[in-house]
T-cell receptor, first 119, second 115 residues
Framework: EAGVTQFPSHSVIEKGQTVTLRCDPI?????LYWYRRVMGKEIKFLLH????????ESGMPNNRFLAERTGGTYSTLKVQPAELEDSGVYFC?????????????????FGAGSRLTVL | KNQVEQSPQSLIILEGKNCTLQ??????????LRWYKQDTGRGPVSLTI?????NTKSNGRYTATLDADTKQSSLHITASQLSDSASYIC??????????????FGRGTSLIVHP
């Protein structure tokens, strides 16, 4: 079974530019999450999709961040325009929908992350 | 505000020794607690998951405990190996309406195992 795939693994851009990160979840996982880890700090939740719908986007820092999941498959996270404080590692995770922990729900499988460096 | 505090921040031990990592949380309403291992350059991988009624869970040389009354968890690593060198992250989830879960992450404990 293929895992969660993220692209690119590392992106270096200048302040003001645009970057789009992509996440391919495990096939059949309806839940898709985006997280961000800024250096020296904890991983923080950004948003949660259930299929193509945004279930919770309370963690999105501001309107420079736009996440989409057209068709309920892969997801993109666009940062436009990028600022210095956006630098960090962006993780994507997916999980199946189920009834409670025993069904495997809420056991997130993470991708390797996309490291974003804004200069 | 939901918070997860981990200690120590970093730890260095000799290969073959045991160690215990701590996690204190204030997350409500509590749903479950997970320990993840994150190797450098990789995403976190789940080690254990415990619900309110479980107070211990093992996965090979990893044993997690949970005290829901004091809101504390520990991860005990037995007979450490060089491959155990990684960041160990405690994640506590609160349950929400509709069955969704929003996890709160600790900052992690960085473990280095020396030969």
């Amino acid at each position: 079974e293929a895992g969660v795939t993220q692209f690119p693994s590392h992106s270096v851009i200048e302040k003001g530019q645009t970057v789009t990160l992509r996440c391919d979840p495990i096939s059949g996982h309806d839940n898709l999450y985006w997280y961000r880890r800024v250096m020296g700090k904890e991983i923080k939740f950004l948003l949660h999709f259930v299929k193509e719908s945004k279930q919770d986007e309370s963690g999105m820092p501001n309107n420079r961040f736009l996440a989409e999941r057209t068709g309920g498959t892969y997801s993109t996270l666009k940062v436009q325009p990028a600022e210095l404080e956006d630098s960090g590692v962006y993780f994507c995770a997916s999980s199946p929908v189920g009834q409670g922990i025993s069904a495997g729900a809420n056991v997130l499988t993470f991708g390797a992350g996309s490291r974003l460096t804004v200069l | 505000k939901n918070q997860v505090e981990q200690s120590p921040q970093s730890l260095i031990i000799l290969e073959g020794k045991n160690c215990t990592l701590q996690c204190n949380y204030t997350v409500s309403p509590f749903s479950n607690l997970r320990w993840y291992k994150q190797d450098t350059g990789r995403g976190p991988v789940s080690l254990t998951i415990m619900t309110f009624s479980e107070n211990t869970k093992s996965n090979g040389r990893y044993t997690a405990t949970l005290d829901a009354d004091t809101k504390q968890s520990s991860l005990h690593i037995t007979a450490s190996q060089l491959s155990d060198s990684a960041s160990y992250i405690c994640v506590v989830s609160a349950s929400h309406a509709g069955g969704s879960y929003i996890p709160t992450f600790g900052r992690g404990t960085s473990l280095i195992v020396h030969p």
